[in-house]
T-cell receptor, first 114, second 112 residues
Framework: DTEVTQTPKHLVMGMTNKKSLKCEQH?????MYWYKQKAKKPPELMFV???????INESVPSRFSPECPNSSLLNLHLHALQPEDSALYLC?????????????FGPGTRLTVT | SQQGEEDPQALSIQEGENATMNCSYK?????LQWYRQNSGRGLVHLIL?????REKHSGRLRVTLDTSKKSSSLLITASRAADTASYFC????????????FGRGTSLIVHP
């Protein structure tokens, strides 16, 4: 199984809502990533988990809260978002958190903040 | 920032033609990767080339790396309409913390 799954595919939320994005992989990868991508722009790294520990936080606002419950799951909890947070949120995984290796991406969650 | 710069930003060709896109970066790297992204979807890894390699092939893809010029090229031969997508290079800085940095991408349209 070489698939990374993400749910939901689409999410519309108000600025006062709390929601979560979910990501799952069963490839035994020990590094998992969250990216944010705006239209016609490259993905921007948000967080990296290595062996279930947060290893990199790219100065992301606290309204985004990542969680790695186990080696297969990655969540992104959203609270009090702003309209400019509307974007495609991509999850990825790779074999190891040491070294930039091939990343496997999920299909993304299209988030709209109203 | 180590962000790569792809060139051209957009490329439009006919099916059967070759497509070449280039990536330049700023500092020494461990490796460079190319990814493809179909509209609104996740990225798909195409090829990884290490800093001590100069050329790599995978099917219709050919990647070159010139570390002296800090640049890489991706050649897609005999293009197909299904190759229509955005193509990104990604690098990580040598001695850095393995944070992958993606370039701004090349949008390729292949007309049937």
């Amino acid at each position: 199984d070489t698939e990374v799954t993400q749910t939901p595919k689409h999410l519309v939320m108000g600025m006062t809502n709390k929601k979560s994005l979910k990501c799952e992989q069963h490839m035994g990868h020990r590094a998992m990533y969250w990216y944010k991508q705006k239209a016609k722009k490259p993905p921007e790294l948000m967080f990296v988990y290595s062996y279930e520990k947060l290893s990199i936080n790219e100065s992301v606002p606290s309204r985004f809260s990542p969680e790695c419950p186990n080696s297969s799951l990655l969540n992104l909890h959203l609270h009090a978002l702003q309209p400019e947070d509307s974007a495609l949120y991509l999850c990825a995984s790779s074999h190891s958190g040491t070294g930039f290796l091939e990343q496997y991406f999920g299909p993304g969650t299209r988030l709209t903040v109203t | 920032s180590q962000q790569g710069e792809e060139d051209p930003q957009a490329l439009s060709i006919q099916e059967g033609e070759n497509a070449t896109m280039n990536c330049s970066y700023k500092t020494s790297i461990n490796n460079l990767q190319w990814y493809r992204q179909n509209s609104g979807r996740g990225l798909v890894h195409l090829i990884l080339i290490r800093s001590n390699e100069r050329e790599k092939h995978s099917g219709r893809l050919r990647v070159t790396l010139d570390t002296s010029k800090k640049s890489s090229s991706l050649l897609i031969t005999a293009s197909r309409a299904a190759d229509t997508a955005s193509y990104f290079c990604a690098t990580d800085e040598m001695g850095g913390s393995y944070i992958p940095t993606f370039g701004r991408g090349t949008s390729l349209i292949v007309h049937p």
